[in-house]
């Protein structure tokens, strides 16, 4: 167990919809990244927040945002969602040290 | 353009076999670390390499940075099926909190 939590694990929806993922770091790492894995693209950096401010921003589509709260959780809101939206999210979290620790992944369906 | 390149992509080898997977890139990287992935979880790290030539050995896992840390290499001694999976290589570019990036990874299949 990595200690970073991400709900849901599974999500079906449809084309056109918009979905909420969420994401709870390890405690007392203030880093949280986002990624989204697909078969041919492997792990694609989304953006990194930090204590609550965005650091970076990678490969995200407009379609896309996020934010940190407060108390460190994260959310990546994905809109107007299409087929080719389909794949793994997956949230890390990081303190200081370089190393990243990942959460099980959301697996996001678009029908 | 990848900024980490992984090769070989896909490897299938006899439990028993010794194998190496590399990652390389054109950039200078403060640290590498190494990544196993099973279908359907997340990465879980391995280990992290910070000085250029370190060598860290993982019970039959041998990691090694390369001296001007552009490089790094995975060997496993005497493969076992437990080591399927997907061997991935990620980076910061510099120190602090900067994005990890990573490779496309590496396929192992370790048939018995």
């Known amino acids: 167990d990595s200690g970073v939590t991400q709900t849901p694990k599974h999500l079906i929806t449809a084309t056109g919809q918009r979905v909420t993922l969420r994401c709870s770091p390890r405690s007392g790492d203030l880093s949280v990244y986002w990624y989204q894995q697909s078969l041919d693209q492997g792990l694609q950096f989304l953006i990194h927040?930090?204590?609550?401010?965005?650091?970076a921003k990678g490969n995200i589509l407009e379609r896309f945002s996020a934010q940190q709260f407060p108390d460190l959780h994260s959310e990546l809101n994905l809109s107007s969602l299409e087929l080719g939206d389909s794949a793994l999210y997956f949230c890390?979290?990081?303190?200081?040290?370089?190393?990243?620790?990942f959460g099980q992944g959301t697996r996001l369906t678009v029908v | 353009t990848q900024l980490l390149e992984q090769s070989p992509q896909f490897l299938s080898i006899q439990e028993g076999e010794n194998l190496t997977v590399y990652c390389n890139s054109s950039?200078?990287?403060?640290?590498l670390q190494w990544y196993r992935q099973e279908p359907g979880e997340g990465p879980v790290l391995l280990v992290t390499?910070?000085?250029?030539?370190e060598v860290k050995k993982l019970k039959r896992l041998t990691f090694q940075f390369g001296d001007a840390r552009k490089d790094s290499s995975l060997h496993i001694t005497a493969a076992q099926t437990g080591d399927t999976g997907l061997y991935l290589c990620a980076g910061h570019r510099n120190s602090g909190n900067t994005p990890l990036v990573f490779g496309k990874g590496t396929r192992l299949s370790v048939i018995a």
């Open positions: 927040y930090y204590n609550g401010e965005e650091r």
């Open positions: 890390a979290s990081s303190a200081l040290r370089p190393e990243a620790f």
């Open positions: 950039s200078v990287f403060s640290s």
């Open positions: 390499v910070v000085t250029g030539g």
